[in-house]
Nanobody, 124 residues
Framework: QVQLVESGGGLVQAGGSLRLSCAASGRTFSYAMGWFRQTPGKEREFVASISWSGDSTYYADSVKGRFTISRDNAKNTVYLQMNSLKPEDTAVYYC??????????????????WGQGTQVTVSS
């Protein structure tokens, strides 16, 4: 089993920044990581993913150029730096782990472990 715990969410004004963290514990293995977000009444949507090595990253078009995903495998932690935040970025953000190490999984069903989520609210 792998436990994922997100942190760093909060309330920020439009144009501001937040950095989310996701700490992994439990069974250690090589895995890609992803960030997803969800608002009430909508499906969980892909935000960004990163390969096990950290060499490959992928982003949804809606966040490209504003968000940056990174990881520190020594700390078992993945980060999501969010800049130039917009009210439409308001959501619960989830991190997830995928046994496939490439980072090219963009659907929630492809991920094996999930965190509990952290709320991000962007005011206009």
């Amino acid at each position: 089993q792998v436990q994922l715990v997100e942190s760093g969410g909060g309330l920020v004004q439009a144009g501001g920044s937040l950095r989310l963290s996701c700490a992994a514990s439990g069974r250690t293995f090589s895995y890609a990581m992803g960030w997803f977000r969800q608002t009430p009444g909508k499906e969980r949507e892909f935000v960004a993913s990163i390969s096990w090595s950290g060499d490959s990253t992928y982003y949804a078009d809606s966040v490209k150029g504003r968000f940056t995903i990174s990881r520190d495998n020594a700390k078992n932690t993945v980060y999501l730096q969010m800049n130039s935040l917009k009210p439409e970025d308001t959501a619960v953000y989830y991190c997830a782990a995928d046994f496939a190490v490439a980072g090219t999984s963009f659907q929630p069903g492809e991920y094996d472990y999930w965190g509990q989520g952290t709320q991000v609210t962007v005011s206009s």
